[in-house]
């Protein structure tokens, strides 16, 4: 298909992006295409490896197709996006439990779904331009994906640092948090892929290997701002402390969905009491996006983002008013909905 590029190059099966323009938004067809190669190959002697990487300077992929589910979303038709969810989730897992080795290559924007897609593999590479986050909750949405399931084996509270802010992480960062494992100079990348191709064996990743930038991130503050137990006290906190980071953090948190916020934070955190686990992370993101496009801030969240790029959305809750209750409905049990591998 058009939008991506499947095919075996020595022992490498090889999955490549191809929508630069769209910076590789990952659409329900790509998915099913991914779920499919990985499928096939999985018992396939002749192939020792996986590669996923994209087409283009600006993006591995900036996330999944939302204009295309706000369109549909708006009708009052939902079960085509819950279908989308289902169907991606099942792939993430499958990627994150891969019995080979999956090599990704997250150059430029690596966000949202493409966190799913190239944030759960084996390997993980970035470079220079990478720039990996979660930023769902600017636009009423929760870090799904496997998100919680990542942003809850961060240290500290940097996950829900990561989670709420939506803050984009340069290729240090990323490996800190455990978005990412190798740092690559673009450069290099390459050569790189054909040695694995050739050899069909990821010791040419230790090789290619370099020293990643230094983090920039404050983590010991970050520690401290995010560490009370709800949403308001981690706004509190914010406005206690006069700090320049404590100040430009608060002015994200308060554009950002108090909603998916108050969610993001309950979500993380039973991912870290219960233990990081791929499965029940999708599990209970799916819970949210079963119901968000109907009860949550979503539509207005892209409206406001994405498509009339007015950048003043109308959310539905104050930042101080997200009850408990609030949050426990949208991630209530669905019975016979309940997200599974089948």
């Known amino acids: 298909m058009a939008d991506i590029d499947i095919r075996v190059d020595g022992h490498a099966g090889r999955i490549t992006l191809t929508r630069p323009k769209a910076l590789n938004a990952l659409s329900y067809d790509m998915c099913l295409a991914t779920e499919q190669a990985l499928d096939k190959w999985r018992d396939d002697p002749a192939i020792k490896l996986v590669i996923l990487d994209a087409e283009g300077p600006r993006a591995f992929c900036a996330g999944g197709d939302i204009a295309a589910m706000y369109e549909v979303g708006l009708t009052g038709e939902y079960e085509t996006s819950r279908a989308f969810w289902f169907d991606e989730y099942r792939m993430n897992a499958k990627i994150a439990e891969y019995p080979k080795p999956i090599v990704s290559f997250l150059h430029g924007f690596v966000m949202g779904g493409g966190v799913g897609l190239g944030g759960h593999c084996s390997h993980r590479v970035v470079c220079e331009s990478?720039?990996?986050?979660?930023?769902?909750?600017?636009?009423?949405?929760?870090?799904?994906?496997?998100?919680?399931?990542?942003?809850?084996?961060?240290?500290?509270?940097?996950?829900?640092?990561?989670?709420?802010?939506?803050?984009?992480?340069?290729?240090?960062?990323?490996?800190?948090?455990?978005?990412?494992?190798?740092?690559?100079?673009?450069?290099?990348?390459?050569?790189?892929?054909?040695?694995?191709?050739?050899?069909?064996?990821?010791?040419?990743?230790?090789?290619?290997?370099?020293?990643?930038?230094?983090?920039?991130?404050?983590?010991?503050?970050?520690?401290?701002?995010?560490?009370?137990?709800?949403?308001?006290?981690?706004?509190?906190?914010?406005?206690?402390?006069?700090?320049?980071?404590?100040?430009?953090?608060?002015?994200?948190?308060?554009?950002?969905?108090?909603?998916?916020?108050?969610?993001?934070?309950?979500?993380?955190?039973?991912?870290?009491?219960?233990?990081?686990?791929?499965?029940?992370?999708?599990?209970?993101?799916?819970?949210?996006?079963?119901?968000?496009?109907?009860?949550?801030?979503?539509?207005?969240?892209?409206?406001?983002?994405?498509?009339?790029?007015?950048?003043?959305?109308?959310?539905?809750?104050?930042?101080d008013g997200v009850s408990e209750a609030d949050v426990l409905a949208l991630l209530a049990p669905l019975g016979d909905r309940e997200w599974s591998m089948s």
């Open 130 to 319: 990478s720039q990996v986050a979660m930023p769902e909750c600017g636009i009423g949405f929760v870090p799904d994906v496997g998100g919680t399931y990542r942003l809850a084996g961060a240290p500290g509270h940097l996950g829900e640092y990561l989670g709420l802010t939506g803050y984009r992480m340069g290729p240090g960062e990323a490996i800190v948090a455990g978005f990412a494992d190798l740092y690559v100079p673009e450069a290099a990348w390459e050569v790189l892929k054909a040695q694995l191709c050739e050899t069909g064996d990821i010791l040419a990743l230790g090789g290619a290997s370099q020293p990643a930038p230094d983090s920039a991130l404050p983590l010991d503050q970050i520690d401290q701002l995010f560490a009370p137990a709800d949403l308001a006290g981690i706004l509190a906190a914010h406005q206690a402390d006069d700090s320049d980071f404590a100040a430009k953090t608060l002015k994200t948190l308060l554009r950002n969905s108090p909603l998916s916020m108050a969610l993001t934070l309950k979500m993380v955190r039973q991912q870290r009491v219960d233990g990081p686990n791929i499965r029940d992370a999708l599990a209970q993101e799916y819970r949210v996006a079963h119901r968000i496009l109907e009860h949550g801030d979503f539509i207005e969240g892209v409206r406001a983002q994405i498509i009339d790029k007015d950048r003043n959305p109308s959310w539905k809750h104050a930042s």
